[in-house]
């Protein structure tokens, strides 16, 4: 199990929350430096497992590893070393609503690294071009559109550089164009910097342009798993329908 080829392997992962099993006996791998997309339908445990692989959420059953790390045994001070090789995109982008835009992105690589003043301002403005947010960097993100304000979440998320980047529907609520734009940014970073890309999405055409592979979850079960050809001839008929361009 301990193999430095994979980013990220759940194995026999159950999840409930009091009556309700929201993941049953998951197992999975992520290659290093692959792309894997995760599909299903709404409440079927996407962003749960998203939020397990950060150890948000604890499984109930099951083990989980981050590249060499089983973080299901990790005491917390552990944990924190290992949650700084991921960048996470929270599905409402999760911004601190007092602090400017700068600030949001500048906060953790003030908290969690020893990058100077410079070098943080150096890197915050390079990821906001990135992003086509450059310009409004002293706004709130009251001001923010729900667009504009993904495009924050996702800078945040890769303001740090990690190795791993977990995003939580990076491109909902976004106009083609500016979902294509996200899509391109995420896959630089993997071309780039060979990030491991694991990202929910239920927007098919840019998990088909953008994931390696696509999995995907269904009351509770991952029902499918590989590239999205293989998944499109999938036996089962949720999965094809899901990986199928209406
Ligand atoms: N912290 C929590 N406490 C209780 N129930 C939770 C919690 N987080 C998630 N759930 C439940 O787990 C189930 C799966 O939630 P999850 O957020 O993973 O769905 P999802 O697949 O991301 O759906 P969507 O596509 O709508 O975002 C839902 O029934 C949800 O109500
Ligand atoms: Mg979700």
């Not at 194995?11 to 290093?32: M, W």
Request: glycine letters at 6%; proline letters at 3%.
């Amino acid at each position: 199990m301990n193999d430095w080829s994979k980013a990220v392997i759940f194995d026999r992962v159950s999840k409930s929350f009091g009556p309700k099993q929201v993941l049953r006996d998951v197992s999975f791998q992520v290659v290093a430096g692959e792309a894997l997309c995760v599909l299903g339908r709404s409440g079927t445990g996407k962003s749960v497992t998203l939020k397990l692989i950060i150890s948000l959420l604890k499984p109930d059953q099951g083990r989980i590893w981050v590249e060499q790390d089983e973080i299901t045994r990790l005491k917390p001070h552990e944990l924190s070393r290992v949650r700084r090789k991921m960048g996470f995109l929270f599905q409402d982008a999760a911004l601190f609503d007092s602090l400017t835009l700068y600030e949001n992105l500048a906060l953790p690589m003030l908290r969690l690294t020893e990058k100077s003043r410079e070098e943080t301002d150096f890197a915050v403005d390079k990821v906001l071009r990135q992003v086509g947010l450059a310009a409004d960097k002293a706004k709130m993100p009251s001001e923010l559109s729900g667009g504009m304000r993904k495009r924050a979440g996702l800078a945040r998320a890769l303001v740090l550089e990690p190795r791993i980047l977990l995003a939580d529907e990076p491109s909902s609520g976004l106009d083609r164009i500016t979902a294509s734009e996200i899509d391109e940014l995420m896959l630089e970073q993997k071309a780039t910097h060979k990030t491991t890309l694991i990202i929910v999405t239920h927007d098919v055409h840019g998990a088909r342009r953008v994931g390696d592979r696509v999995a995907v979850f269904d009351g509770g079960n991952l029902i499918a798993l590989g590239t999205a050809a293989e998944v499109a001839e999938s036996e089962n008929e949720v999965a094809r329908r899901l990986v199928s361009e209406q």
